[in-house]
T-cell receptor, first 113, second 108 residues
């Protein structure tokens, strides 16, 4: 089945540690996105990529980094510079055309130890 | 910048009791209005896209409608499995603004 796979489901970060969240898609979509979801807030865009080897900052990129070396993969690194990393992280890809829409992964819950 | 507001924040309905969820926004213009369903601990699942005022789309017990300044998600004779958080978003491509969602609970 086509879809987006995020791993791990749960992740714990220690003080000063960088952690990487995985996102893989087999939908053949060019555009991929990372969102952060906090209780009581709408989804906020961290980074997006419209094509391999290119990515752009979203609204809350500080403390995060990404890479897009393959069409299928868009990993997100939460660096030690992100002082409030506890959140639910969602990866998405976008189908373009007449029925343009986002497909989301199942999310990663990141917590601080 | 578009502001997207969803109401109510939470809604509890008896099974079979129909109701509507609201999504209002501040910026007019040609851009999509998207509805998603999100179950606890999972990613949002696409429901509908609307583009033009007057447009309506239906899926099972759900119907989404659109005016110039708001969208409604009507739920008819809901069942317990319709319990979820319903998110709306407005925009285009990476310029999507999400609302905070309506948490819907259907009581058997």
């Amino acid at each position: 089945d086509g879809g987006i796979t995020q791993s791990p489901k749960y992740l714990f970060r220690k003080e000063g540690q960088n952690v990487t969240l995985s996102c893989e898609q087999n939908l053949n979509h060019d555009a991929m996105y990372w969102y952060r979801q906090d209780p009581g807030q709408g989804l906020r865009l961290i980074y997006y990529s419209q094509i391999v080897n290119d990515f752009q900052k979203g609204d809350i990129a500080e403390g995060y980094s990404v890479s897009r070396e393959k069409k299928e993969s868009f990993p997100l690194t939460v660096t030690s510079a992100q002082k409030n990393p506890t959140a639910f992280y969602l990866c998405a890809s976008r189908r373009t055309g007449a029925n343009e829409k986002l497909f989301f992964g199942s999310g990663t819950q990141l917590s601080v130890l | 910048e578009d502001q997207v507001t969803q109401s109510p924040e939470a809604l509890r309905l008896q099974e079979g009791e129909s109701s509507s969820l609201n999504c209002s926004y501040t910026v007019s213009g040609l851009r999509g209005l998207f509805w998603y369903r999100q179950d606890p601990g999972k990613g949002p699942e696409f429901l509908f896209t609307l583009y033009s005022a007057g447009e309506e789309k239906e899926k099972e017990r759900l119907k989404a409608t659109l005016t110039k300044k708001e969208s409604f998600l009507h739920i008819t004779a809901p069942k317990p499995e319709d319990s979820a958080t319903y998110l709306c978003a407005r925009g285009i491509r990476e310029k999507l603004t999400f609302g905070t969602g309506t948490r819907l609970t259907i009581i058997p």
